[in-house]
Every structure is written in structure tokens, then in C-alpha cells.
């Protein structure tokens, strides 16, 4: 979310030698332009008619698409308010301690000011189809009722809780066509994002307990189809002690914390649901010479999400023109010379873009997904130069790039946050950039009317890792069915659907697809666990000297095992067609042995991997058990696909 008229907090130095915490004051660039000419405002949408769309949505590789298959471009933005308002110090009860001196009381900002209906008219003139609608875990278990003031526009929600207002505003958006992701934005019910207890998923709260909440919530609303994600955490940063990571395993993994929540969300909630995640939003110290900087969706090129459902999976992204690549949007004392994203030519602009969070589009990679830019905005009353350009750049490519976007916020004060699209005074008019006078409206109607894809998209094959780096990573519900198949050992299945086509030598990675055939698997249960050569037929040595683990006839790999550098099985199962193909020995002990110009990126960073061509599948895995030899995957039995 931006940072305006008040002070943020970042972490950057030592707090009286112990406690490495200087606080840092953040306030937005005062630049001063001459005025641009007044743009009109957005022409108005048409009168709202019933959604022509239909749940629930899913993805084919950059793209999310609805139930039949249809482009569906979130076009949202942010109606905040239930995340919290509160700046942290100061009484709650006094507008002045809450952000832009705006009291939410925990729920969605403007019930106080204007009836559901006339906020959700609003919303549809703006061209909107979407919103992400944040809330606090906080919000989840406060069980007092909000004061009859929060509510005085829609008498009919007083004595409610906040968690019952978020009901029927849920129910008010999905009931007039707007799909609904759910936001967890912040722990506790403060204003987010500087070193505030709610920088990480688990700031102040387990990591069980964080799911459970995400699984309470969902369960909630999985039945209505048009709540349709499940954005699982906003901003992930430093705190006063560490940064988070990707992949590390510990306590301040994000990656794994993701991985758990969407898991159990789609198999304990509801399986229809998006599982949104964002990119890491900071780590390091923001100081000159020191380490630090933005890894938004970097870290994904080499260790990307697999989720039991493959079709689920967004990632997102927040771009504010005061932050930067290295910037943490400090101005003052503390401040670093590193660029602002507004400070960046539009070439350098756009190659950031594309290098922290675009990228993920490109297809036949293991990471690609569609890209939600699911933060960005900036004010009404902003005159610097620099600031109006990079919101016209940007607003430029995500229209030349088809992008999905969020703006943020939806809607605010009159006369409190002129970043807000709509502004509400106290008698309930409204203000803002449907109004003559706004400067946003010529850019923000450029995103909105510029070309875009629509109709039917095509299935794309599916690219998806494996990694045992820290444990099991069965994908696989059929296989989850079965019970444990390699007891004590560190498991990975492919998600339904997919068929495993590549390894690493040494790192307990894999790669799988669904390219050339789709599901590949037979109806049923069966399943073989291979742990010797018995299924290498006579005269059949593939990979003389090494221990080979080939699955039976009619039958290819899905997954594999191993127990610390050993490989320890391998998981093969039954195809729904005959599996007679002609076979090869692809060694990748000494070097990467891949198809010319292979799909699926990389998928074991730093290891050697072989891989399958797209018309071939899987159907032995090969390793030595010699003195001195690492005794992971050193070669793959790759068949022709009928």
C-alpha cells in the first residue's frame, strides 16, 4: 500500500547497539511540475448488466480463463479498509493515529458514507470487474460489534461484527457480478507496510495457526463461486531481526509457507479457488553499502510453486513509483542514492518490470503463471514530474502487455486520501476520477480501453519442479490416497495430470509435463514402487555398472524418492494407452544433457539435469552406488509416446 503523509518505519541500523533498528522517515516525493492540461474524466460504463462470466477461474499459462475456457482479465482494485487503519501509536479512537486520519473500524472503507448500492454502482462506471479485498487475521476473531457510526450509510449492518460486515460486503460484490479475491493483508489491524509486527505471514502468529485462519476463511465462502482467490499474504519484508527467504526451509520461508497454505486451502477448503502469491517485498538494510533491495518474483526463476491443483497458481507483484529495485521509498534521513521506479527511464522501467515480476509469463517454463500487479497507484494531487510520468509508463505497459492489475485503493475520504479512485464526503457525494479535473483519468483510461485479449484461450502444455530440498513434496491427490510410499524417505510425485520427464544429478529436483499427450494416466489406483531392477528385462541393461529402477511394462515414472543423497525408489503407474515405445539412455552425470531449446527453464539451479524430449515419457531412473560417486539420478530411460 503507498506511504503518504506519514511516517514509515524501516529497518537500516542500531538501536542503542543492540538491536539493529534505525527508523527511518518515509514520506512521498514533493517534486513540483507545471500542471498538465485537465484530462476528461472515464467515460462511463455502460449500465451494469448480469456478468457475462462464469466461475470458478483458473489458468492456461499466462492467462487466467473462466469455466468455459474465456479470457478473464482481473481488472480490480483494492477496497481496503478491513486490513486496519491504525498508524501504531496514539489512541485508536482519534481519526488523527489512523492513516490519512481515516478510521476504518476495521472494515471496508465508505459504509459510513455511501449505501452498498451506490458504492457498487460506482465501482462498475470505473470499468472494474474485480476486487481484492484485504483483511487482518485480527479482523477474523474480534467479536465486538463495530460502532453504529462505521456503518451510518448502511443502517441495515449495525451491531454486526467486522467479520460479519466483510460478509455482506462480500455478498454485495459477488451478488452484482464482481469477482472477489480475498486478501490477507496484516496480522494485526495496523496500518501496513514498515516494521510493524505484520511484516511477515507469521509476524506475531504461528505459521499453523495463519493457515488455519486461511482455511476458516475460505470455507466460509466456498459457496459462492465469484469469491474466486485466495491472496494469500501482502508485502512480505524484513523485520527488526531478519529478512524472509525463499526456500531456506526455516521459519521465515515464504516459499514454504505459501506452499503449505495453498495446499491445504485447495484440500481442505475449496479446490476452485486461485491461490495468489505475492513476490518478497524487501530484505537486507536499507543503507548505502550494505545489502538490500526488492527480490519481488526473482527468487521463482529457479524455485517456482507446484500446487496439487496445476491450473491455480498466480503470481503477483507491487509497484510503487517512490520505491525502486533498491529503494525502499525513504526520503531523509536514511535515505540511499538507489533509483526510484520513477527515477528510471521508460526502457529501464520496463526492463524492471519484466526482470522482477514479468518474466513469469513466458511459457513452457516451470514458473509460468499469469502476473497480478496487485498494488499500484498514486495520488490525485501528486504534481511531480517524475512521479505523473512513471504512473503513465506504467499504466502503458500494463496495457501494451494485456496485464492483470489491482489499483490502489478503491475508495477513500474526501479531503483525506486523494489516492483513491472515489472519494466520499460526509454528505456521501462523491469525488474523484470520474469527476472533470483529475489528472489520472487520461492514463487510467488508456488501461482500461486499450485492446485486449478475450474469448477462448487455448490449453498450453504445463511445465511444473519438484524439490525435496526440505522435505516431501507429493503433488499428487491419487497418490496421497494411497498412503505413504517410501516410508522415511524424501518423496516427489507430479500433481494429477502430469508425468515426470526430467531430474537433477544431485539436488532432489525434478521436472514435469503434461506436453504431447495431457494425462497420461489409467483410471484406478494402481501404482508400482520400484526399488530394484526387476522390472529390466533380459538383455534390456540400459545403463550398463548402474543400478536401474524401471518401471513394468505399460507403465512410466511420476515420481521419485530419495534418502539423503541416495536415490531410494521410484513411482511408476499404469497409462491409459499402450506404452511399446523405443527407448534411450540420456546421461547427465558429467553434464546437463536436455533437448535443443528444452521447455521448463531451470528447473535444478546449479546441478546437472537431464530431460526427456516433449515426445517421449519416463520410464527408468539410473544411479551408482560406487565409492566416492554421488548417488543421485545419473541417467533417465526416455520411450517414445505412442
Same mark, same amino acid.
Given at each position: 500500500?503507498?506511504?503518504? %503523509?506519514?511516517?514509515?518505519?524501516?529497518?537500516?541500523?542500531?538501536?542503542?547497539?543492540?538491536?539493529?533498528?534505525?527508523?527511518?522517515?518515509?514520506?512521498?516525493? &514533493?517534486?513540483?511540475?507545471?500542471?498538465?492540461?485537465?484530462?476528461?474524466?472515464?467515460?462511463?460504463?455502460?449500465? !451494469?448488466?448480469?456478468?457475462?462470466?462464469?466461475?470458478?477461474?483458473?489458468?492456461?499459462?499466462?492467462?487466467?480463463? =473462466?469455466?468455459?475456457?474465456?479470457?478473464?482479465?482481473?481488472?480490480?482494485?483494492?477496497?481496503?479498509?478491513?486490513?486496519?487503519?491504525?498508524?501504531?501509536?496514539?489512541?485508536?479512537?482519534?481519526?488523527?493515529?489512523?492513516?490519512?486520519?481515516?478510521?476504518?473500524?476495521?472494515?471496508?472503507?465508505?459504509?459510513?458514507?455511501?449505501?452498498?448500492?451506490?458504492?457498487?454502482?460506482?465501482?462498475?462506471?470505473?470499468?472494474?470487474?474485480?476486487?481484492?479485498?484485504?483483511?487482518?487475521?485480527?479482523?477474523?476473531?474480534?467479536?465486538?460489534? +463495530?460502532?453504529?457510526?462505521?456503518?451510518?450509510?448502511?443502517?441495515?449492518?449495525?451491531?454486526?461484527?467486522?467479520?460479519?460486515?466483510?460478509?455482506?460486503?462480500?455478498?454485495?460484490?459477488?451478488?452484482?457480478?464482481?469477482?472477489?479475491?480475498?486478501?490477507? !493483508?496484516?496480522?494485526?489491524?495496523?496500518?501496513?507496510?514498515?516494521?510493524? @509486527?505484520?511484516?511477515?505471514?507469521?509476524?506475531?502468529?504461528?505459521?499453523?495457526?495463519?493457515?488455519?485462519?486461511?482455511?476458516?476463511?475460505?470455507?466460509?465462502?466456498?459457496?459462492?463461486?465469484?469469491?474466486?482467490?485466495?491472496?494469500?499474504?501482502?508485502?512480505?519484508?524484513?523485520?527488526?531481526?531478519?529478512?524472509?527467504?525463499?526456500?531456506?526451509?526455516?521459519?521465515?520461508?515464504?516459499?514454504?509457507?505459501?506452499?503449505?497454505?495453498?495446499?491445504?486451502?485447495?484440500?481442505?477448503?475449496?479446490?476452485?479457488?486461485?491461490?495468489?502469491?505475492?513476490?518478497?517485498?524487501?530484505? @537486507?538494510?536499507? +543503507? %548505502?553499502?550494505?545489502? !538490500? @533491495?526488492?527480490?519481488?518474483?526473482?527468487?521463482?526463476?529457479?524455485?517456482?510453486?507446484?500446487?496439487?491443483?496445476?491450473?491455480?497458481?498466480?503470481?503477483?507483484?507491487?509497484?510503487?513509483?517512490?520505491?525502486?529495485?533498491?529503494?525502499?521509498?525513504?526520503?531523509?534521513?536514511?535515505?540511499?542514492? %538507489?533509483?526510484?521506479?520513477?527515477?528510471?527511464?521508460?526502457?529501464?522501467?520496463?526492463?524492471?518490470?519484466?526482470?522482477?515480476?514479468?518474466?513469469?509469463?513466458?511459457?513452457?517454463?516451470?514458473?509460468?503463471?499469469?502476473?497480478?500487479?496487485?498494488?499500484?497507484?498514486?495520488?490525485?494531487?501528486?504534481? @511531480?514530474?517524475?512521479?505523473?510520468?512513471?504512473?503513465?509508463?506504467?499504466?502503458?505497459?500494463?496495457?501494451?502487455?494485456?496485464?492483470?492489475?489491482?489499483?490502489?485503493?478503491?475508495?477513500?475520504?474526501?479531503?483525506?486520501?486523494?489516492?483513491?479512485?472515489?472519494?466520499?464526503?460526509?454528505?456521501?457525494?462523491?469525488?474523484?476520477?470520474?469527476?472533470?479535473?483529475?489528472?489520472? &483519468?487520461?492514463?487510467?483510461? !488508456?488501461?482500461?480501453?486499450?485492446?485486449?485479449?478475450?474469448?477462448?484461450?487455448?490449453?498450453?502444455?504445463?511445465?511444473?519442479?519438484?524439490?525435496?530440498?526440505?522435505?516431501?513434496?507429493?503433488?499428487?491427490?491419487?497418490?496421497?490416497?494411497?498412503?505413504?510410499?517410501? +516410508?522415511?524417505?524424501?518423496? &516427489?510425485?507430479?500433481? %494429477?495430470?502430469?508425468?515426470?520427464?526430467?531430474?537433477?544429478?544431485?539436488?532432489?529436483?525434478?521436472?514435469?509435463?503434461?506436453?504431447?499427450?495431457?494425462?497420461?494416466?489409467?483410471?484406478?489406483?494402481?501404482?508400482?514402487?520400484?526399488? =530394484?531392477?526387476?522390472?529390466?528385462?533380459?538383455?534390456?541393461?540400459?545403463?550398463?555398472?548402474?543400478?536401474?529402477?524401471?518401471?513394468?511394462?505399460?507403465?512410466?515414472?511420476?515420481?521419485?524418492?530419495?534418502?539423503?543423497?541416495?536415490?531410494?525408489?521410484?513411482?511408476?503407474?499404469?497409462?491409459?494407452?499402450?506404452?511399446?515405445?523405443?527407448?534411450?539412455?540420456?546421461?547427465?552425470?558429467?553434464?546437463?544433457?536436455?533437448?535443443?531449446?528444452?521447455?521448463?527453464?531451470?528447473? &535444478?539451479?546449479?546441478?546437472?539435469?537431464?530431460?526427456?524430449?516433449?515426445?517421449?515419457?519416463?520410464?527408468?531412473?539410473?544411479?551408482?552406488?560406487?565409492?566416492?560417486?554421488?548417488?543421485?539420478?545419473?541417467?533417465?530411460?526416455?520411450?517414445?509416446?505412442?
Amino acid at each position: 500500500m503507498p506511504i503518504t %503523509d506519514r511516517v514509515v518505519k524501516y529497518l537500516t541500523g542500531l538501536v542503542s547497539g543492540t538491536a539493529p533498528a534505525v527508523l527511518l522517515l518515509t514520506l512521498a516525493p &514533493a517534486a513540483v511540475a507545471a500542471p498538465a492540461p485537465e484530462p476528461p474524466p472515464p467515460a462511463a460504463a455502460p449500465a !451494469h448488466a448480469a456478468p457475462t462470466w462464469q466461475p470458478p477461474l483458473s489458468t492456461r499459462g499466462r492467462y487466467v480463463v =473462466d469455466a468455459r475456457g474465456d479470457r478473464f482479465r482481473l481488472r480490480s482494485a483494492n477496497w481496503d479498509g478491513a486490513q486496519g487503519s491504525w498508524t501504531g501509536s496514539g489512541s485508536t479512537a482519534d481519526p488523527a493515529h489512523h492513516h490519512a486520519g481515516q478510521n476504518s473500524y476495521g472494515i471496508p472503507l465508505g459504509l459510513d458514507r455511501a449505501p452498498l448500492p451506490r458504492l457498487l454502482a460506482d465501482f462498475h462506471s470505473l470499468g472494474i470487474n474485480s476486487v481484492r479485498l484485504p483483511f487482518s487475521n485480527e479482523m477474523i476473531h474480534t467479536t465486538a460489534p +463495530v460502532p453504529d457510526a462505521a456503518v451510518a450509510a448502511n443502517p441495515q449492518l449495525r451491531g454486526r461484527t467486522p467479520l460479519q460486515v466483510y460478509d455482506a460486503v462480500v455478498a454485495a460484490l459477488t451478488g452484482d457480478g464482481f469477482a472477489v479475491v480475498l486478501n490477507n !493483508h496484516t496480522n494485526t489491524s495496523r496500518w501496513c507496510c514498515g516494521i510493524d @509486527g505484520n511484516e511477515r505471514w507469521n509476524s506475531g502468529q504461528s505459521t499453523q495457526q495463519w493457515a488455519d485462519d486461511w482455511v476458516f476463511m475460505v470455507r466460509r465462502y466456498a459457496g459462492d463461486p465469484r469469491v474466486v482467490g485466495a491472496d494469500l499474504y501482502n508485502e512480505v519484508r524484513r523485520d527488526i531481526w531478519d529478512d524472509p527467504n525463499w526456500g531456506l526451509g526455516d521459519d521465515h520461508d515464504w516459499y514454504a509457507a505459501a506452499q503449505l497454505a495453498a495446499d491445504r486451502i485447495l484440500t481442505e477448503a475449496d479446490p476452485d479457488l486461485l491461490i495468489v502469491v505475492e513476490g518478497i517485498n524487501w530484505t @537486507g538494510l536499507p +543503507v %548505502d553499502g550494505l545489502p !538490500h @533491495g526488492r527480490p519481488v518474483l526473482t527468487p521463482a526463476r529457479t524455485l517456482s510453486h507446484t500446487l496439487v491443483a496445476s491450473h491455480k497458481l498466480v503470481y503477483s507483484a507491487h509497484f510503487y513509483g517512490y520505491t525502486g529495485p533498491r529503494h525502499s521509498g525513504a526520503t531523509g534521513i536514511g535515505e540511499t542514492h %538507489d533509483a526510484r521506479y520513477q527515477d528510471l527511464t521508460r526502457d529501464q522501467l520496463y526492463q524492471a518490470l519484466a526482470d522482477e515480476a514479468f518474466f513469469v509469463q513466458e511459457e513452457g517454463r516451470h514458473y509460468t503463471a499469469p502476473v497480478w500487479i496487485s498494488e499500484f497507484g498514486i495520488g490525485a494531487g501528486e504534481t @511531480g514530474a517524475a512521479a505523473r510520468t512513471w504512473f503513465g509508463d506504467i499504466t502503458d505497459y500494463f496495457a501494451d502487455h494485456d496485464a492483470d492489475f489491482a489499483y490502489w485503493p478503491l475508495v477513500g475520504w474526501e479531503g483525506h486520501d486523494d489516492w483513491a479512485l472515489l472519494r466520499y464526503d460526509t454528505d456521501g457525494s462523491r469525488h474523484g476520477i470520474l469527476d472533470q479535473g483529475d489528472w489520472r &483519468a487520461g492514463p487510467w483510461n !488508456h488501461l482500461m480501453t486499450a485492446p485486449t485479449r478475450t474469448g477462448p484461450v487455448a490449453a498450453v502444455p504445463v511445465w511444473r519442479m519438484l524439490t525435496t530440498d526440505h522435505g516431501d513434496q507429493v503433488q499428487s491427490l491419487r497418490v496421497r490416497a494411497g498412503g505413504d510410499w517410501d +516410508v522415511g524417505a524424501y518423496k &516427489a510425485v507430479c500433481p %494429477d495430470g502430469l508425468r515426470l520427464t526430467g531430474l537433477g544429478h544431485t539436488a532432489g529436483r525434478g521436472l514435469c509435463t503434461d506436453v504431447t499427450t495431457g494425462d497420461l494416466r489409467a483410471d484406478g489406483t494402481g501404482r508400482t514402487v520400484v526399488t =530394484d531392477e526387476r522390472h529390466v528385462p533380459a538383455g534390456g541393461d540400459w545403463a550398463s555398472g548402474y543400478t536401474k529402477l524401471q518401471c513394468p511394462p505399460g507403465q512410466y515414472l511420476i515420481g521419485y524418492s530419495r534418502r539423503g543423497e541416495r536415490l531410494s525408489a521410484a513411482l511408476c503407474v499404469p497409462a491409459r494407452t499402450s506404452l511399446a515405445g523405443t527407448g534411450r539412455t540420456v546421461w547427465f552425470d558429467r553434464s546437463d544433457n536436455r533437448p535443443a531449446g528444452a521447455n521448463g527453464g531451470d528447473f &535444478a539451479h546449479g546441478d546437472y539435469k537431464g530431460q526427456c524430449a516433449d515426445d517421449e515419457y519416463a520410464a527408468g531412473i539410473a544411479f551408482t552406488t560406487r565409492l566416492g560417486s554421488p548417488r543421485g539420478p545419473a541417467a533417465l530411460l526416455c520411450r517414445k509416446l505412442p
